[in-house]
């Protein structure tokens, strides 16, 4: 049980490290692309109007990322659905339906942009992970369980030959015999202690027959 919860605690901690690389190179991509943007928007000393900021949104919304850009306060481009932060910089933020890891940056001439990938979809890895943990920990139980049984059989093992020896001293003669050792200490103290008690049992039948015998001879003189 406590390697099954350390597997599953390892399991987890792996998650965690996992989705803060993933949300960490995604902040860093899309800062990079928000700086592309914003050189290509006031790479004269002024702001795009709408018609060519949403030209040049085309080469920057792919791969699941969408964006918003202003210009001095105003929306001019963009999704204006996704959230947006109010300072530059990268934050996991909610929308109105999920969650978003969005990056901010301003320009020198009065542009904002604002670039966003949703959470979801970045930790989309989530379930593969769980579902080939969850495997995995099944086939570790599995192993496991049946490593522990084959063990256990393998150790009751002298124990069964002793029962099976002890059996056969069904009749006297076989009362004499000695039951084998097994080579464990445990077990071989057991059989040492079984060996006198059936010592002095048989001890006790000698002399029980020939109590007996000499009863039978009184009787017949």
């Not at 210009?71 to 339906?97: E, F, K």
């Not at 920990?137 to 599995?142: E, T, W």
Request: net charge negative; proline share 2%.
């Amino acid at each position: 049980m406590s390697a099954l919860v350390a597997s599953l605690a390892t399991l987890l901690v792996a998650m965690v490290v996992i989705d803060r690389r993933v949300v960490a190179d995604a902040e860093a991509q899309l800062l990079d692309r928000a700086r592309s943007l914003l050189r290509e928007l006031e790479g004269e000393g002024e702001v795009l109007g709408p018609d060519h900021a949403n030209d040049e949104l085309d080469e920057y919304v792919h791969g699941g990322v969408a964006a918003v850009i202003e210009a001095h306060g105003q929306l001019i481009a963009g999704d204006d659905s996704m959230p947006r932060t109010a300072a530059d910089g990268c934050a996991t933020v909610s929308g109105a339906a999920e969650r978003w890891v969005v990056c901010r940056l301003s320009g020198e001439a009065g542009a904002r942009v604002w670039l966003g990938r949703r959470e979801s979809e970045l930790l989309g890895h989530r379930v593969p992970l769980l579902m080939g943990g969850g495997v995995a920990l099944l086939v570790v139980m599995l192993g496991a369980v049946v490593a522990g049984l084959w063990m256990a059989r393998r150790s009751l093992a002298p124990l069964q030959r002793l029962r099976r020896a002890i059996e056969a001293q069904g009749d006297d003669t076989d009362m004499q015999a000695k039951l084998p050792r097994s080579g464990l200490v445990e077990v071989d103290v057991v059989a040492d202690s079984l060996d006198r008690t059936l010592a002095r049992l048989h001890e006790e039948v000698e002399r029980s027959r020939g109590f007996a015998a000499d009863a039978a001879h009184e009787l017949r003189t």
